[in-house]
């Protein structure tokens, strides 16, 4: 148990209990110390134990067991042991390029001033889409916009092998292209295979470090 988990734990139970002790004993909320005492437990406390419990959960989402944890979504976590290295998926995840971790929301949050806030609204999103509606098949579910390679340059730019790297400087054109976002990381003839769900019937997975 975490220790914000620990705390939020305590201070609903205190809250619990204090509000028990105004139900209680009324007549507390008599004097003027006693009104503040009672906005206190009846206001303040319920807004912190909210606003950590949120938070906490805020955090928790960027996990990848917390991604996973919907059923349409297992099929992309079987992706990251595929046992091939065109995938790019299984490539990050299984080289730790990625936090095992975190690895769903290194890639997809935006690195942006606000992209872990909107990362996780999206997280918030989908848990609503998966309880409340008809969510779509895996093969179906689609990113909200066209992957910027800005969240890959977070990581590769400046990297030897993204520098350096033979395919890269074959044509003079391509790492200028790539850096302005304008010839997607994903696009045909470059890492395309991300983590393809529908052909996971028809290859084999890794199972090292498990």
């Not at 609903?12 to 008599?30: C, E, H, K, M, N």
């Not at 437990?41 to 955090?59: A, D, K, R």
């Not at 790492?175 to 045909?188: D, E, H, M, T, Y």
Request: charged share 15%.
């Amino acid at each position: 148990m975490t220790m914000p988990l620990a705390l939020l734990r305590l201070l609903i139970l205190t809250s619990v209990i204090l509000i028990g002790a105004l139900i209680w004993r009324p007549g507390i909320t008599v004097s003027r110390g006693g009104k503040i005492l009672a906005f206190l437990i009846l206001f303040c406390l319920p807004v912190l134990c909210l606003t950590m419990g949120f938070s906490n959960e805020l955090e928790r989402s960027k996990s990848t067991e917390f991604c996973l944890s919907c059923h349409i979504m297992e099929p992309y976590g079987k992706s990251l042991h595929v046992d091939d290295p065109s995938y790019l998926a299984a490539a990050h995840f299984q080289n730790h390029r990625v936090p095992a971790g975190e690895a769903c929301y290194t890639c997809h949050t935006n690195y942006t001033m606000f992209g872990t806030f909107k990362a996780k609204m999206h997280g918030l999103r989908h848990v609503y889409v998966y309880y409340f509606t008809t969510p779509p098949s895996p093969e179906k579910i689609k990113l909200y916009e066209p992957y910027n390679n800005r969240e890959c340059l977070h990581c590769h730019e400046s990297a030897r092998s993204f520098e350096q790297g033979a395919v890269h400087n074959a044509d003079p054109d391509l790492l200028p292209a790539v850096k302005s976002n304008q010839r997607s990381c994903i696009s045909s003839g470059c890492h395309e295979v991300v983590h393809n769900v529908a052909t996971l019937g028809n290859v084999k997975f890794w199972n090292g470090g498990q």
